[in-house]
């Protein structure tokens, strides 16, 4: 599944440290919903096991996963994250959008 999705080295850093500060392994999770004012947004979470039907993407240590029906939409994508003056936050560059909002959080296939 590695092929399908990456994991940028600053994601992987960054799910490390929250670990880390966490004082327990965590992965993160990354799903995409119906909703937002482009049709699908992606959702985030912190968890500590997998599901029986998670793809797990790896690198340097750190893992995100992703369910089966979420990957379809995600082939290709790479997780990120970025620390800017606006504010710190995991984003996916999702090759497969035609659209997006102004935020990145919803997109449109």
Known sequence: M???????????????????????????????????CSGFQYRFDLVESAEPDD??????????????????LLKGSQIDFVDALAGAEFKVINPNAKSSCGCGVSFSI
């Open 2 to 36: 590695t092929e399908l999705l990456t994991l940028t080295p600053a994601a992987a850093r960054r799910i490390r440290d929250i670990g880390a500060q966490e004082g327990r392994p965590l992965m993160l999770r990354l799903a995409v919903d119906g909703g937002g």
């Open 55 to 72: 793809h797990r993407i790896e690198r340097d240590g750190a893992a995100a996963l992703v369910d089966d029906i979420s990957v379809a």
